[in-house]
């Protein structure tokens, strides 16, 4: 199996746990709570990368930057997901927000000058569609 399949697939599954855990937790403690406490997570797992043999922190400004507002956008999307987790569905939250490559592709379009195929185009429409399907209920 290639290495991008193996950590691909691993990251379907953490995801998917990331995605089912809140809601349970959110039957007991407020979404900011929950936040805090997934972030308490992140950290400990950001500390055993220390402890990697190959791991080496880099420094630049711009790489820095980037991952630091990525960092703050993650956030807040977690955040705001939590109040969608606590309030709804987790069955439509979880496939609404799962749809968020497309802002990326956007972006990467705009700003980066990335090219769609006519195919990837339709895809793009068919998940616009499943939003007003999947939210508009029965």
């Known amino acids: 199996m290639d290495k991008w399949l ?4 691993l990251a379907l599954l953490f995801w998917g746990l990331w995605g089912f855990f809140p809601k349970v937790a959110s039957n007991y ?8 406490y997934q972030t308490l997570g992140c950290l400990s797992v950001v500390i055993l990368l220390f402890f990697l043999p190959e791991f080496e922190m880099e420094f630049n400004f711009k790489g820095i930057l980037f991952s630091f507002l ?9 955040l705001f997901f939590l109040y969608a987790v606590k309030t709804g569905k987790l069955s439509v939250v979880i496939t609404i ?10 972006l990467a379009v705009l700003l980066l000058k990335e090219n ?7 895809g793009i429409i068919f998940a616009l569609v499943s939003i007003v399907l999947i939210a508009g209920g029965e």
């Open 70 to 78: 990525g960092g703050v956008a993650g956030t807040l999307g977690s």
């Open 6 to 9: 193996f950590f691909s697939i």
């Open 97 to 106: 927000t799962a749809l968020y490559p497309m802002i990326t592709i956007f």
């Open 116 to 122: 769609l195929s006519l195919k990837q185009v339709v």
């Open 29 to 36: 403690i407020s979404p900011e709570s929950i936040l805090v």
